[in-house]
């Protein structure tokens, strides 16, 4: 029996749905086979992972600016340094999960993973094969640690497949698959019934808002964006997902009251049918993060990036609008101008919606899975 352990680390959600994908797939598509998902960083540190997922988070929420200094330092300089060396010392902590489950393979959607059982490998201490599953846009010299140890990097897109080789990384190492999502988001859903159960028209186009975000990042360009629609485009029906964030909750609200739009705006707090609503939406208004882009070009949805945080996110949104499937507005854009456009001019949104086939991966967990299992 074959033994595969995935490491997913809890910096944001995107890592561990990626890592759930995988993990499903494997179980429902192979025999003779023991798969076992564990967050690593709180294996080898509990208090460590705590703290450090917690500062990531405030920083992210309250000072991104910094969050994206940190990002670009941890690149080069000491800081990449501090950190691969702090990644090696937990490393061996590591060591005695990996000899008690004798994986064959360790798949990893976190860098601290992958950093971690290639020290291990370089050491001679295990002896197993490593992929890495690259979660956003653009690479990050973090993924690249270790990277003679380890035996697959499975990217979103040949641009980040010629950055690789561009750093020399072996060519036959580097695979375009795209970023595993889950799998209803590959079915074909009852778009008559998932209106009706919102109540919604179909003549009307539908708009998918995520407005909140784990950090709530962004409010004033937030309610900026859902006050436009509310006023402006008329022609519309939003699904307004506020998030945690119970203030968030209680203006998306107050918003619709006010413009008379109560009808044609449904706010949630939370929801488990992200595919279904945006498989019924012209667009989607939302974060750049990796998970949610790729969602929502396999899903073929022309995208709107609002509040981006410095770092990945931005380097997602440049890599998306780039491709013409996105606009990012940005601080000083005219919001009402930008979304009278996208909303309007059926022509601009079929090209975008046209150029996320020629970008989306929908089968990226299927092909992750045959190669790492042949």
């Not at 999502?181 to 159960?197: A, G, P, S, T």
């Not at 070009?297 to 995208?303: D, G, R, T």
Request: charge should be positive; charged fraction near 25%.
């Amino acid at each position: 029996m074959k033994k595969i352990l995935i490491f997913y680390a809890s910096f944001g959600g995107g890592h561990l749905s990626a890592a759930k994908s995988i993990e499903n797939y494997l179980l429902k598509n192979y025999k003779e086979i023991d798969v076992e998902l564990i967050d690593c960083m709180k294996y080898v540190n509990k208090a460590f992972e705590k703290i450090s997922t917690t500062a990531y988070k405030e920083m992210a929420k309250k000072m991104p600016w910094a969050w994206g200094k940190i990002y670009d330092s941890s690149q080069k300089g000491p800081l990449a340094h501090i950190s691969s060396k702090a990644n090696s010392f937990m490393a061996i902590k590591l060591l005695k999960l990996l000899r008690e489950k004798q994986p064959d393979i360790v798949i990893s959607t976190h860098p601290f993973g992958s950093q971690m059982c290639s020290y291990l490998k370089r050491k001679k201490k295990v002896d197993f094969k490593i992929a890495t599953i690259m979660t956003d846009f653009k690479s990050h010299d973090q993924w690249l640690v270790g990277a003679d140890y380890t035996d697959f990097f499975f990217v979103s897109n040949t641009d980040m497949q010629k950055q690789l080789i561009e750093k020399n990384i072996d060519e036959n190492k580097v695979i375009v698959t795209g970023i595993p999502v889950r799998e209803e988001f590959l079915i074909n859903h009852n778009k008559d019934q998932i209106l009706k159960d919102l109540d919604f028209s179909k003549d009307k186009k539908t708009i998918l808002f995520f407005g909140g975000g784990e950090f709530g990042l962004g409010k004033e360009m937030t309610l900026k964006v859902l006050e436009c629609l509310l006023n402006k485009c008329t022609n519309v029906q939003i699904i307004a997902i506020s998030g945690k964030n119970e203030a968030m909750n209680k203006k998306f609200k107050s918003l619709a009251i006010q413009y008379n739009r109560t009808q044609d705006v449904r706010i949630f707090e939370f929801t488990d049918q992200v595919a279904e609503y945006m498989s019924i939406s012209s667009l989607v208004i939302t974060k750049p993060g990796g998970l949610t882009s790729s969602e929502s070009l396999v899903s073929h949805l022309p995208m709107v990036i609002i509040n981006p945080i410095p770092g990945q996110e931005e380097e997602n949104a440049e890599f998306l609008e780039n491709k013409k499937v996105a606009k990012w507005i940005k601080k000083d854009d005219d919001i009402n101008f930008i979304l009278n456009i996208l909303v309007n001019d059926d022509n601009i949104l079929n090209n975008m919606k046209e150029n996320t086939y020629l970008i989306a991966k929908p089968n990226a967990t299927e092909n992750i899975c045959k190669i790492i299992m042949n």
